[in-house]
């Protein structure tokens, strides 16, 4: 089992998340929330992946990642979310007649559903809150320290 990996894949999909709320509660388009989502349960449902070690497919389609998963079994209910936000992330998305943003409720449900979802697979992967702050503290200091280095490259 790897935990680390795991780990490092919740982060991410932890500042998606945490994007899509904030997001959200500033009423902002729904499009973009809902990309955000795509992307946080995308990397929630790879990161049970990296925590058995398995290869990582290359696809946005959460049904087929959901699929290789064992860790999670979903209601069809919940399986249908799975199909809506893969939809946030299409190709379609690009100006076309077909076009349309979600409704705020639409997304509401899937941002409850991705909240749910994320710490389900932190329970069952037995990854604390603690041990995933630490990682994002890790990748803060990480990124400030490369401020600081790319400030002291340009003074010189």
């Not at 009423?27 to 058995?52: C, M, N, P, V, W």
């Not at 990582?56 to 919940?78: G, S």
């Not at 909240?115 to 990124?143: G, P």
Request: glycine share 0%; net charge negative.
């Amino acid at each position: 089992m790897n935990k680390q990996a795991a780990s490092e894949w919740l982060t991410i999909a932890y500042h998606d998340l945490k994007s899509a709320q904030i997001l959200y509660d500033a009423e902002h388009y729904t499009d973009s929330i809902g990309s955000d989502l795509q992307q946080s349960i995308e990397k929630i449902l790879k990161s049970t992946l990296a925590f058995e070690n398995k290869k990582i497919p290359k696809t946005h389609d959460l049904y087929e990642v959901y699929d290789l998963v064992t860790h999670i079994d979903l209601a069809d209910n919940e399986i249908n979310f799975l199909y809506l936000a893969t939809e946030y992330l299409k190709e379609d998305r690009y100006p076309n007649p077909h076009y349309s943003l979600p409704s705020r409720e639409e997304i509401k449900e899937v941002l409850y559903f991705c909240e749910t979802l994320f710490h389900d697979v932190c329970r069952k992967l037995t990854i604390t809150k603690e041990e995933l702050l630490n990682e994002m503290d890790i990748s803060v200091k990480l990124t400030n320290d490369d401020k600081k280095f790319s400030n002291q490259k340009l003074k010189k």
